[in-house]
Every structure is written in C-alpha cells, then in structure tokens.
C-alpha cells in the first residue's frame, strides 16, 4: 500500500516536472518563445458527471445428463443494474475539476492542460441462476441477487491535443491524456460468480492508471471566459498493467467510465484572446489610435 501512494504521488508530480522542463518562457516572452500575445492560458473550473456506461450481459449454461437420459442444464446471467436504452441514473455521478491551460499557434500539439479531479462512479449488476431438467424450467432453483457499486476518487490528469479554430469565437480540441485515479472511499456489494467467466469480487483496486482520449467544443465569450464541454473515455489501462482493457470490471460484468463536464477557462491577462481594451484617448494597447 506503501508503494501505491509513492507512485499516486510520483505520477502527479511528474507532468509538472516535464512542463517545468519544457515550456520555459523564451527572450521575447511567452510560455513557448513566441511573445506573450501568441498564448492563451489560465485557470479553469469545470463541473459535470461521470457516466458508468453498462456492457454486454453474461451468460453461461452448464450442461449434464445422467444415464437415463436425463439432461440438466444450469443457467447463469448477469447484467448490468441498466443499460444504456433506458433510464441510467443509478449510473450517474457528479465530477469536479480544476486546474490550468495552454493554447499556442503550433501546427500539431497546441494545446494542453493539467489538473486535479473528483469522480464518483456508481452503477450495479443484477445477477440470476436458473435450472432446468429436460428444459422444463425448475422454479425452485431459481437465485437472484443484485450487486452495487460506489466509488469516491480524486484523480491527477495530464492532456495534449491539437485545437482547430472554426470562427474567431469557436474552436475544436482533441487529443490523448493521463489520468491516475485514487478511490478513498469504496462501497462495494457484489454478486455470486459466474462460471468460467472472469471475476473481480473487489472491483478495480484502489489506484488505477490509463490513457483516456477527449473531445470539447470552445466558445469564447468577451470577459476572458471561454466555455467548453468536453467528453471523455479511458482506451487504454496503463497502472495495474494486467491488461489493456479500457473498462472497469465489477463482479461479472464491465463499465466504461464516461466524463462529460462543462469547463469554464479563464483567460489571464495578456492572452490572444482577451478583449482588445480601450482608453478614453481612443488609443490601443498597440499604441494604435483612432482612424
């Protein structure tokens, strides 16, 4: 456990370390030697949910007869408490963000951010076992239970993405990120295991490293505020590297964490973005006056 905190530790510290490394403010000003009016960048604050977007069910049957003739067959199912066609609030939980941003002119990466999150991830799975003889179905064998879910993480994020400017007001970015999730608070009821299927009677361990890919829309606004959802999925599981699932396992089935959030990103002073500002004398800051 030692060592879990060691690398949650480590990990947050590592893309503050490489940004300290390789965006140093160049001669002329500005965070990537392209003068200071090249930049966005400052604070955000983003508020949303997080979505457990249920898998496929899993079924078993476990076949026998006798020397009678007699056939037996054993059947089990699990599901997801919901599935995505119908009502998925027992699926939904709040996430807070916060953190800063960079924008430059770049062709390829000229974007990029880093923060600290709260989630909180919930869902469930309903689980049956059934018998029949001679397919005749024996009511008396029948089990069911219901399994739940909820866990409470902070979480360190690193992002890089290429932003595409649609209009002066407007803009597209995606790309690849970090994220290292630390569950303190675990509330987990599980369900009977299901034959020859994987099972994870404790759910995902208390840290959990992956590669995620994010898409958002900015809306740029004339105060210094740019407003931008974003949407979020893990593709890739990095920390317990015991596979490359990009799911979180719970019992007998699986769930994608979804983030869909609205990030409110405050321009500091001096960014490309920020409203030109005029004095009385009708003099801009370029030293431009009135034609």
Not at 25 to 45: A, C, E, M, R, V
Not at 65 to 71: K, P, R, V
Not at 195 to 220: R, T, V
């Amino acid at each position: 456990m030692q060592y879990l905190k060691y690398s949650f530790i480590l990990f947050i510290l590592i893309p503050f370390m490489a940004f300290s490394q390789t965006y140093k403010p160049g001669k002329k000003g500005g965070l990537y030697n392209t003068g200071q009016n090249s930049i966005d960048k400052g604070w955000y604050f983003g508020l949303g949910i997080t979505y457990m977007m249920p898998y496929s069910p899993v079924t078993e049957n476990i076949e026998s007869a006798d020397s009678l003739g007699n056939t037996f067959r054993t059947r089990h199912f699990a599901t997801p408490k919901t599935t995505v066609m119908k009502s998925f609030t027992s699926q939904i939980g709040p996430f807070v963000e916060i953190g800063k941003f960079r924008m430059n002119d770049k062709r390829i990466i000229n974007y990029m951010d880093y923060g600290l999150s709260y989630k909180w991830f919930r869902g469930g799975e309903k689980y049956q076992q059934q018998s029949f003889v001679n397919e005749v179905f024996i009511p008396a064998s029948e089990i069911k239970q219901e399994g739940s879910f909820s866990d409470h993480n902070i979480s360190a994020h690193f992002n890089l993405g290429y932003r595409f400017d649609k209009t002066d007001k407007m803009f597209y970015v995606n790309g690849l990120g970090l994220n290292l999730d630390y569950s303190f608070i675990k509330g987990r009821t599980g369900t009977t295991p299901i034959p020859n299927n994987e099972y994870n009677a404790d759910g995902p361990g208390s840290i959990i490293g992956e590669l995620h890919y994010f898409f958002g829309m900015g809306f740029k606004t004339g105060k210094r505020l740019i407003i931008m959802p974003i949407v979020e999925t893990p593709i890739f599981a990095i920390f317990p590297f015991n596979h490359i699932y990009s799911t979180h396992d719970y019992y007998n089935t699986r769930h994608r964490p979804w983030l869909i959030r609205v990030r409110f990103m405050f321009l500091k002073k001096g960014s490309k973005s920020c409203p030109a500002v005029y004095n009385p004398m009708g003099i801009d800051p370029n030293g431009n006056g009135p034609k």
